[in-house]
């Protein structure tokens, strides 16, 4: 971006481009080069973790004192030994393995009493039927007045 100054035509640069800015000029935490995940208790370089990982290990001044002072160690996960998304689930119906746009979003959350979409629609239209009133004769259900 440049502009017509006083002196002539000058160029404006943002601070972070040109490595004089001010941003992180006073941090006193040393950088990590790399983290220990809990569960396969290897030292690995920072990015076999996830962002969200990251900021857990590391200190935060914003935080609560007791954030950074937790007495138990945080439970830091590298992207191998976290789980994975779920992407698939299987209807307790039908018993068939269904992507998630099968099921809706409550169904979802209790993934072990799942029912597809197509199988609560199947179910709602039966329900519909049983609550009808059959009647094999053409009196009053309601007694006589």
Same mark, same amino acid.
Do not use: W
């Given at each position: 971006? !440049? %502009?017509?100054?006083?002196?002539?035509?000058? %160029?404006?640069?943002?601070?972070?481009? *040109?490595?004089?800015? /001010? #941003?992180?000029?006073?941090?006193?935490?040393?950088?990590?080069? !790399?983290?220990?995940?809990?569960?396969?208790?290897?030292?690995?370089?920072? *990015?076999?973790? $996830? #962002? /969200?990982?990251?900021?857990?290990?590391?200190?935060?001044?914003?935080?609560?004192? !007791?954030?950074?002072?937790?007495?138990?160690?945080?439970?830091?996960?590298?992207? #191998?030994?976290?789980? !994975?998304?779920?992407?698939?689930? /299987?209807?307790? /119906?039908?018993?068939?393995?269904?992507?998630?746009?099968?099921?809706?979003?409550?169904?979802?959350?209790?993934?072990?009493?799942?029912?597809?979409?197509?199988?609560?629609?199947? %179910?709602?239209?039966?329900?519909?039927?049983?609550?009808?009133? *059959?009647? *094999?004769?053409? $009196?009053?259900?309601?007694?006589?007045?």
């Amino acid at each position: 971006m !440049s %502009r017509q100054g006083p002196a002539g035509k000058f %160029r404006i640069q943002p601070a972070f481009q *040109d490595g004089y800015g /001010t #941003q992180g000029a006073n941090d006193q935490s040393p950088k990590l080069k !790399s983290l220990r995940c809990v569960f396969c208790s290897i030292d690995k370089p920072l *990015d076999a973790f $996830s #962002q /969200t990982q990251i900021q857990k290990a590391t200190f935060n001044p914003y935080a609560p004192p !007791s954030y950074n002072k937790g007495t138990k160690a945080k439970q830091i996960s590298c992207k #191998q030994c976290t789980a !994975s998304v779920n992407s698939t689930l /299987t209807c307790m /119906t039908c018993t068939k393995t269904k992507p998630l746009e099968s099921f809706a979003k409550v169904q979802r959350k209790h993934a072990e009493k799942a029912r597809c979409l197509k199988c609560m629609k199947k %179910r709602e239209e039966e329900d519909l039927d049983d609550s009808e009133y *059959d009647s *094999d004769d053409d $009196s009053d259900p309601y007694g006589p007045m």
